[in-house]
């Protein structure tokens, strides 16, 4: 299962509060991704990251951050919840390339009330 | 802006039938993925096609790729229930961009 956990697995939370989702993961893997999953639209990416330090935006980044200080651990932020922001959330790895064939945790349940 | 369509997005099919999924995009990529997704469950990767005219099979799904026609196609042989499942393409080209995803329904 490429070694990956994601914390926590369901949330409930209200509109405009902060959310941080976390992704960790014991292999050492250098490229980790944040995507989300919504009925209609196939996975969507938000961020990956490079390695520590390093990240970037993806297609649909709008009222999120990201965080890697650590090779294993990867944080998903949302400053202000709303509910355009209910979800499921997935990490993700690459084992070769950047953004080469995906390895996914176990999904993180969003709900924004 | 690259677009990846997947028709249909939903099939119910008979066991012991065949059909294909359809994976269209609108760049040009050498590399395409199959991902498959159990109901509540992640995402686990069914085939990598790396080139143009590549052929994949495991078990009763073949997928094939044809980059001039940017189109993918899943083969389904003598479905079972087991393969009811969510099915997802997706394109390389810089990120990964996904397919809506095709809900597969096999009936007894």
């Known amino acids: 299962d490429a070694g990956i956990t994601q914390s926590p697995r369901h949330k409930v939370t209200e509109t405009g509060t902060p959310v941080t989702l976390r992704c960790h993961q014991t292999?050492?893997?250098?490229?980790m991704y944040w995507y989300r999953q919504d009925p209609g639209h196939g996975l969507r990416l938000i961020h990956y990251?490079?390695?520590?330090?390093?990240?970037d935006k993806g297609e649909v980044s709008d009222g999120y951050s990201v965080s890697r200080s650590k090779t294993e651990d990867f944080l998903l932020t949302l400053e202000s919840a709303t509910s355009s922001q209910t979800s499921v959330y997935f990490c993700?790895?690459?084992?070769?390339?950047?953004?080469?064939?995906?390895?996914f945790g176990s999904g993180t349940q969003l709900s924004v009330l | 802006e690259l677009k990846v369509e997947q028709n249909p997005l939903f099939l119910s099919m008979q066991e012991g039938k065949n059909y294909t999924i359809y994976c269209n995009y609108s760049?040009?990529?050498?590399?395409l993925y199959w991902y498959r997704q159990d109901p509540g469950k992640s995402l686990e990767s069914l085939f990598v096609?790396?080139?143009?005219?590549a052929v994949k099979q495991e078990g009763r799904l073949m997928a094939s790729l044809d980059t001039k026609a940017r189109l993918s196609t899943l083969h389904i042989t003598a479905a079972v229930h087991d393969l009811s499942a969510t099915y997802f393409c997706?394109?390389?080209?810089?990120?990964?961009?996904f397919g809506a995803g095709t809900r597969l329904t096999v009936k007894p």
């Open positions: 993700a790895i690459s084992e070769g390339g950047p953004h080469e064939k995906l390895f």
């Open positions: 292999e050492n893997h250098r490229y």
């Open positions: 990251s490079y390695g520590v330090k390093d990240t």
């Open positions: 760049t040009t990529s050498d590399r």
């Open positions: 096609l790396l080139s143009n005219g």
């Open positions: 997706a394109v390389q080209t810089g990120d990964m961009r």
